[in-house]
């Protein structure tokens, strides 16, 4: 019988919550699509062709029947350092234009919602393809997620200035934050997620590995991003956060209505 299909991105940090399937004790249980984007493998939940997906939990508010699975997630208790406001050296408030990675919804509205409901003023919106060269061609700010944000400036990149979108966050509101988290439409999958993260946050030496020639960090550099920038559990104030998310999300007007949690294998989360 064929098992389950799944898909998240390929950036270095959904490989903690992929490296049981793909090399570990869940290798073989399923099918893994693996993307660059999370924008594709949103579209490919949507559109019903993967039994489940690593996604932007934006997407739990526009995609009908979505369920979020409990607490595995790709997030920050304070300093995310893959998902970041870059300037060219000028201070936020300073900022007239901003260019979005087209990327990840998430990290789009989290960036609408920081300028609005925190700095009090609304730059001009643009959408771009993630080069920091480009973008800042444009606009005085760019939006980059992932690995694309994590090496930026580590290159041929004039002097730029970084604001972690996360730590901005935690500045203003006391919170941690949720980027991503495996969501469902049906009430109960065939795979345990949790287990599978914890199997693969006790393989790190082998996914920095994969990764480091790629990006070029160096191991002490990638560990810390993995085990201390990232959190892959949710815990009081990272789940606050993602309530807090979605109601400025929608007085915002960047959802239609702020919808419930639900959860697999469990009724909505009102609370």
């Known amino acids: 019988m064929q098992g389950p299909r799944i898909t998240a991105s390929s950036y270095s940090n959904s490989a903690p919550l992929l490296w049981s399937f793909l090399y570990g004790s869940n290798r073989g249980k399923a099918e893994i699509i693996l993307d660059n984007a999370p924008s594709r493998s949103v579209e490919l939940f949507s559109l019903g062709r993967v039994d489940a997906a690593l996604v932007p939990v934006f997407a739990f508010q526009t995609i009908e029947g979505a369920r979020l699975v409990p607490d595995v997630c790709i997030g920050a208790k304070d300093r995310v350092r893959s998902v970041c406001l870059i300037t060219d050296g000028r201070e936020l408030e300073d900022v007239k234009s901003v260019s979005l990675d087209v990327s990840s919804k998430t990290s789009a509205a989290l960036t609408k919602i920081i300028f609005r409901e925190f700095l009090n003023f609304e730059p001009t919106w643009s959408t771009a393809e993630p080069n920091i060269s480009r973008m800042l061609e444009k606009s005085d700010a760019a939006l980059l997620i992932g690995d694309p944000a994590l090496i930026a400036g580590k290159h041929a990149e004039p002097t730029i200035r970084k604001f972690d979108l996360a730590e901005l966050w935690n500045r203003y509101t006391g919170l941690g934050f949720v980027f991503a988290m495996w969501m469902a ?19 790190l030496e082998e996914i920095i590995s994969n990764y480091e020639p790629e990006l070029a960090l160096g191991r002490e550099e990638m560990r810390a991003y993995l085990s201390e920038n990232i959190s892959y559990s949710i815990n009081d104030k990272m789940r606050e956060g993602m309530k807090l998310y979605f109601e400025l999300a929608e007085r915002h007007g960047l959802i239609p209505q702020n919808k419930p949690l639900i959860f697999a294998g469990q009724l909505a989360e009102n609370a």
Request: aromatic share 6%; proline share 5%.
């Open 185 to 203: 439409k049906s009430a109960k999958i065939p795979l345990d997620f949790a287990a599978a993260r914890d199997e693969g946050c006790d393989h």
